[in-house]
């Protein structure tokens, strides 16, 4: 047993809890967004921001393309960083604004939520505490719906800050028109399919990753690849093999990573992980799977076609086949991989590095 087990353990059970927790968003969806609905009733925005940093922001990654789709208008993620650049060329006080963070007391989000509701933006407050700063910033607050998360690496929060940014957005549609009631219907359906299929994917995925975990800890970096509307989704766990393990994790869309970024497997520590949909690029994502397992090229794919099941190169989960929804599919699947990972690393002592310290509080980025 590693020195962190019973902390990684913990995140484990947070993995498997976004199961319940993404079935009682989609239920109690109206009642959560409620005050949020009677606020926005009458109004009509030209366009949506997402805001967040670091998960929060790649939440908004992952549900820009559904909400573009459904709500025809032009859906914008931003940090706040990025914000200031919009500002040069852009208006935003007839925008709805959904603004994330799980602890509502993240400095620069809230700075940003000030500034764009005095501009005349309605603002949507999403946290996981009703009584933090940004709830009392924003014009209405909504609840993450996630409970508790006492973990410094977001896990349930993640995926529950993408399908509360979801539900708004396409309560929104409803109440307004801009969703017509019969794709509002499916979409839900096939949410549904997904949340009751969670869990037979993260039992899958547990069995794939014990049969190549001590395969993978011998890679020194890892690119994961996928189509452009799951981009969002392999940046947020990039970010959490960067963030356990200290190994050098990086994401791309296919092209970019064929345009460069492919030569790294040049060095034999380098490993690919691909998202294949069936929706997107799946052809294109296929062969080159198949080309890197001729030359013997470290290439592993997590896909959405065939039957459910796992071979030792590839992992064929449930799926809905709706490409607008593939985030909620593969981003529990990727959090048991990576999670998996750290247990391994951890057991093994392959993590037994110096932290260099905290630069968040260096830097404090949190309000009290």
């Known amino acids: ?29 109206k009642a959560v967004c409620a005050a949020f609905l009677k606020n926005v009733q009458g109004k009509s925005f030209n366009q949506v921001l997402l805001f967040g940093i670091g998960s929060s922001y790649n939440a908004g990654l992952m549900v820009k393309p559904l909400l573009e789709s459904a709500l025809q208008l032009d859906v914008l993620v931003a940090s706040p960083a990025m914000y200031e650049q919009m500002c040069r060329s852009r208006s935003f006080d007839n925008a709805l604004l959904i603004a994330a963070s799980q602890s509502g007391k993240s400095a620069a989000t809230i700075d940003v939520v000030k500034e764009l509701k005095a501009k005349g933006a309605f603002v949507v407050g999403l946290t996981g505490n009703l009584e933090s700063p940004l709830a009392q910033e924003s014009s209405a607050a909504v609840d993450i719906h996630c409970g508790e998360e006492k973990s410094s690496v977001m896990t349930k929060g993640v995926l529950a800050t993408a399908m509360m940014m979801a539900m708004i957005g396409l309560e929104y549609g409803q109440l307004s028109g801009r969703l017509a009631q019969n794709d509002y219907d499916k979409i839900m359906a096939d949410f549904d399919f997904i949340a009751g299929h969670m869990q037979e994917n993260l039992s899958l995925t547990k069995d794939w990753c014990a049969a190549n975990v001590a395969d993978w800890s011998k890679y020194r970096s890892f690119s994961l690849i996928s189509n452009i509307d799951s981009v969002g989704t392999t940046l947020e766990i990039a970010l959490k093999v960067m963030e356990s393990i200290f190994l050098p994790s990086d994401s791309f869309e296919v092209e970019e990573y064929l345009h460069g970024p492919h030569l790294l497997l040049s060095r034999k520590e380098a490993a690919l992980l691909q998202l294949d949909s069936v929706s997107m690029d799946h052809a294109k994502l296929s ?21 459910p099941g796992f071979t030792k190169d ?31 690393f951890d057991r093994n002592g392959l993590d037994a590095f110096e932290m260099p310290g905290d630069l968040s509080g260096a830097l404090a980025t949190k309000v009290k």
């Open 287 to 307: 062969r080159i799977h198949s080309f890197l397992q001729e030359k013997n090229a470290p290439s592993y794919q997590i896909t959405q076609a065939g039957e």
């Open 314 to 344: 590839r992992l064929a989960i449930h799926s809905a086949i709706n490409g607008l929804l593939d985030f909620a599919e593969f981003l529990p699947v990727l959090q048991a991989w990576s999670i998996s990972l750290w247990e391994y």
């Open 1 to 29: 047993m590693g020195k962190n087990a019973e902390y990684i353990q913990r995140v484990m059970g947070y993995v498997e809890e976004n199961v319940p927790v993404t079935q009682s968003i989609l239920a109690d969806r």
